[in-house]
């Protein structure tokens, strides 16, 4: 059997490694290295994919949350409503631009940021809302943009995990994560569903004029060559990490498809595992399954981590503490208790190995381990 890895790069390389070679080539040898003809064509080609109006590049994820902010011309203060549970570049950006960051309790069975919470922390000052579409799927868009029109707010979607993964409105209409609310934004770091071979990123927004500022603001603030009308950063795609990503969207579905059969899978080995709760599905999102995280029941996760370390076997905990509670934002004021539902999920939560290569060999193998655990 293949060791088994949280996310095996290595394999999928194996997989089309000549493709990407080539890419890669090719811009070696047009020496095209910033702001090349792929950067182009691949926003193109995701703005396609996405069936979203215009797709921005910037350098990573994390930047792409910055600019978003930026460009929606927030004032120092305003208040910014986000979850507990997520990647720390979340609330990171809000802190850096001077803004507020207001953390609301997530769904515990969704793990996406609850509504209802949203509701009740909304103020005169809450200018913005920044879902995150945790692990491959969607927050309740539908819920969070109906609050959004009635405090007249700004909805950034944090879609970093949730490239390709599908949002069903009760109307039947279908959006991709990430082209519903104002902007969305969405991270190509390597182990992402669509990942390249380094840093990348980049926003989405149906919004012509966004779209022509978020470039300049990512550029230097440069419209015309050497003329500056805002503030900028460089923020920039590789080409050669864009000529990767040509490469991998156009094996995106069968990736996303090959995770939800592991998912599958799994399911159906722990259907009758009663320590074991699998991940819910809720009914106006697909999923991708950026990560599969289980909830362990009766405080066994740990142990449960360390019986499988012995059997080669990784996993991850997604995510060990609340953001509310972690050195850098003790200035937020908040203390341990104001989450509960955080905190229930950090000790509750693991993320099993989760990738297109994933054999039936591996699957069965990482159950019949867990399986066996509960048993002893
Ligand atoms: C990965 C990730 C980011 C940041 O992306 P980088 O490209 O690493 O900067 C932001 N938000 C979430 C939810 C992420 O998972």
């Known amino acids: 059997?293949?060791?088994?890895?949280?996310?095996?790069?290595?394999?999928?390389?194996?997989?089309?490694?000549?493709?990407?070679?080539?890419?890669?080539?090719?811009?070696?040898?047009?020496?095209?290295?910033?702001?090349?003809?792929?950067?182009?064509?691949?926003?193109?080609?995701?703005?396609?994919?996405?069936?979203?109006?215009?797709?921005?590049?910037?350098?990573?994820?994390?930047?792409?949350?910055?600019?978003?902010?930026?460009?929606?011309?927030?004032?120092?203060?305003?208040?910014?409503?986000?979850?507990?549970?997520?990647?720390?570049?979340?609330?990171?950006?809000?802190?850096?631009?001077?803004?507020?960051?207001?953390?609301?309790?997530?769904?515990?069975?969704?793990?996406?940021?609850?509504?209802?919470?949203?509701?009740?922390?909304?103020?005169?000052?809450?200018?913005?809302?920044?879902?995150?579409?945790?692990?491959g799927q969607c927050a309740d868009m539908e819920g969070i943009m109906e609050l959004a029109k009635k405090h007249d707010l700004f909805v950034v979607e944090d879609a970093a995990q949730a490239t390709g993964a599908d949002y069903i409105f009760k109307n039947g209409i279908v959006k991709k994560a990430g082209t519903i609310g104002h902007i969305g934004t969405t991270s190509f770091f390597p182990s992402k569903n669509l990942g390249c071979y380094g840093d990348g990123g980049a926003l989405y927004t149906n919004d012509e004029s966004w779209a022509n500022k978020l470039r300049s603001i990512a550029n230097h603030g440069m419209k015309l060559r050497y003329h500056y009308d805002d503030i900028g950063v460089n923020s920039r795609l590789d080409t050669l990490q864009a000529a990767i990503l040509r490469v991998k969207l156009k094996y995106l579905n069968e990736f996303n498809e090959a995770r939800r059969e592991a998912a599958d899978h799994y399911n159906k080995a722990f259907a009758y595992c009663s320590s074991i709760?699998?991940?819910?599905?809720?009914?106006?999102?697909?999923?991708?399954?950026?990560?599969?995280?289980?909830?362990?029941?009766?405080?066994?996760?740990?142990?449960?981590?360390?019986?499988?370390?012995?059997?080669?076997?990784?996993?991850?905990?997604?995510?060990?503490?609340?953001?509310h509670l972690q050195n850098a934002?003790?200035?937020l004021g908040y203390s341990g208790n104001d989450f509960p539902v955080t905190t229930s999920l950090c000790n509750e939560v693991l993320s099993l190995p989760m990738h297109p290569e994933m054999d039936k060999e591996q699957l069965d193998y990482i159950t019949n381990s867990i399986l066996e655990f509960f048993n002893k």
Do not use: W
């Open 1 to 135: 059997m293949r060791e088994i890895q949280m996310v095996d790069l290595k394999a999928q390389y194996e997989k089309f490694g000549p493709e990407i070679d080539n890419a890669i080539k090719s811009v070696l040898v047009s020496t095209a290295f910033i702001k090349g003809p792929d950067v182009k064509l691949f926003e193109q080609e995701l703005q396609e994919f996405m069936g979203v109006k215009n797709v921005v590049s910037c350098a990573n994820g994390t930047d792409a949350l910055q600019l978003a902010l930026r460009v929606l011309d927030l004032k120092p203060g305003d208040e910014v409503i986000t979850t507990d549970f997520t990647f720390i570049a979340t609330i990171e950006v809000v802190a850096l631009l001077g803004l507020k960051p207001v953390i609301v309790d997530p769904d515990p069975g969704s793990f996406n940021i609850s509504v209802e919470a949203i509701k009740r922390a909304i103020t005169l000052k809450t200018k913005a809302i920044v879902p995150v579409h945790l692990f």
């Open 329 to 331: 934002y003790s200035f």
């Open 277 to 323: 709760s699998v991940p819910e599905r809720v009914k106006y999102s697909s999923h991708i399954f950026h990560q599969y995280t289980i909830k362990v029941k009766d405080g066994k996760r740990d142990a449960l981590k360390k019986f499988l370390e012995t059997k080669n076997i990784p996993s991850m905990v997604y995510y060990p503490g609340p953001l």
